[in-house]
């Protein structure tokens, strides 16, 4: 008995090594961009336990499974920076929002409220988005509101980084002056640069913190809030604010260096009058190439070669769309950036290293050993919104690309002798 029992004991064990085993995956024949270098190169890449454990450009390493991607191109996983994926289902319906909040300001965070099942998922992952940084909508405050990192597998068990990034905006608005808005920022930084940690130690010393300031008090603030504004100053959390005009950006810049922010401006579509201060100040930018020529007086100078213009004077680029539920369409944006003078390894880079690069995304956006491996195997150019990918790995894992749209396809096109009220 107690022999049969080892017996069991060992098979088990042989299974479980055999399985381990069977989990390494070599993709190969791939044409690579990497996220890394401009060009591409032929190779083959070995995972292991979901991580790029090898890359060759001659050998084909050993593993038990092997997809030949027979010199398809072969990307990373591409991070959208800008999106509401898991917050919202559907923007006219207040009961599919979480993306607001009735008590909190600055310091609220979307996190807990991110729904791994929402159907913005598969439909994004199934054109290449293998990650998302999901924001809130902007608050009252100029400043304000916790942004995190979701990968896309839609699993319950949600693989995330929360509140890596607070929102903002500035610019011109039909509410105030962007006189009053550039100062209620700047007191706002002035006021939690002056805290220390035994002002934080506690939500009682923070509420007298409070209570001695009339900016706070006026504003309103909570303890979550104060916390939020001194990650800021103390912590280096990144800073978006989307911001237009050249002279607004000027201003931003200003800000930045008074207070050493980490500043990432958003839309910049006058950034090509002021590409020199961008890049002496190592200002990243999210710059959306669809959205090309004015729509207010903010963006006057707004112009198709701009991406080509900051590329070329060497700006931290990342790429948006107008949200919706269509994120992947920073695809097309990249390709009309290539389209007008972009590199296209720089447009790769754009959707992909440099996302994770200017989050701090440990391990992600590239092709590299050692990072957990989020690739996708793309059926043609990556760049072409026709083209879809062929594989899409998340941590390793080859993940399911069917949606909502191909189960409505594979419904309707089947029985096609009977009415649609009668087909499965």
């Known amino acids: 008995m107690i022999k049969n029992k080892f017996l069991l004991a060992f098979i088990i064990l042989s299974s479980n090594s055999v399985f381990l085993e069977s989990s390494n995956l070599v993709i190969k024949n791939a044409k690579i961009y990497d996220g890394i270098e401009n060009n591409s190169y032929q190779g083959h890449i070995l995972i292991s336990e979901g991580v790029i454990s090898k890359i060759s450009k001659t050998s084909i390493p050993y593993a038990e499974k092997i997809y030949d991607a027979k010199g398809k191109i072969v990307t990373p996983g591409f991070i959208a920076p800008d999106t509401q994926i898991g917050i919202i289902e559907i923007g006219a319906l207040s009961v599919t929002r979480d993306d607001e909040a009735s008590i909190y300001n600055i310091g609220f965070s979307i996190h807990d409220a991110f729904n791994p099942n929402s159907v913005l998922i598969p439909w994004n992952r199934a054109n290449g988005i293998t990650s998302a940084i999901t924001l809130p909508r902007n608050t009252s405050s100029p400043i304000g509101g ?29 509410s105030s002056s962007r006189a009053e808005t550039l100062a209620l920022i700047d007191d706002m930084l002035s006021f939690v640069s002056s805290l220390d940690k035994k002002d934080m130690s506690s939500d009682a010393s923070i509420d007298k913190v409070i209570d001695d300031s009339s900016l706070a008090s006026h504003m309103d603030f909570k303890p979550r809030d104060v916390k939020a504004l001194y990650r800021l100053i103390n912590d280096n959390l990144p800073l978006i604010i989307k911001a237009h005009r050249a002279s607004d950006i000027i201003k931003l810049i200003e800000l930045k260096n008074t207070y050493d922010l980490n500043l990432i401006i958003m839309g910049a579509q006058e950034a090509s009058l002021v590409t020199d201060e961008i890049v002496e100040n190592n200002v ?21 070669n701009m991406t080509s213009m900051l590329e070329k004077a060497g700006a931290t680029l990342m790429f948006n769309v107008s949200r919706s539920h269509n994120y992947h369409l920073i695809r097309q944006g990249a390709g009309i950036a290539v389209a007008n003078g972009m590199s296209y390894g720089g447009a790769i880079k754009a959707l992909t290293s440099n996302v994770a690069k200017t989050f701090n995304l440990n391990n992600r956006g590239s092709i590299k050993v050692g990072n957990m491996a989020d690739i996708v195997v793309w059926e043609d150019d990556p760049l072409e919104p026709s083209s879809m990918p062929e594989k899409v790995f998340i941590n390793g894992v080859d993940t399911d690309l069917t949606t909502r749209s191909t189960r409505l396809r594979d419904r309707y096109i089947k029985d096609l002798e009977k009415p649609n009220t009668y087909r499965n």
Do not use: K
């Not at 995190?148 to 039909?174: C, T």
């Not at 999210?286 to 100078?301: G, H, Q, T």
């Open 284 to 304: 990243p930018l999210i710059v959306n190439p669809i959205n090309n020529i004015p729509n207010s007086f903010d963006e006057l100078a707004s112009n198709i």
């Open 146 to 174: 916790l942004g995190s990192f979701f990968l896309l597998d839609s699993n319950l068990d949600i693989s995330s980084e929360a509140d890596i990034v607070m929102i903002g905006r500035f610019g011109g608005s039909g």
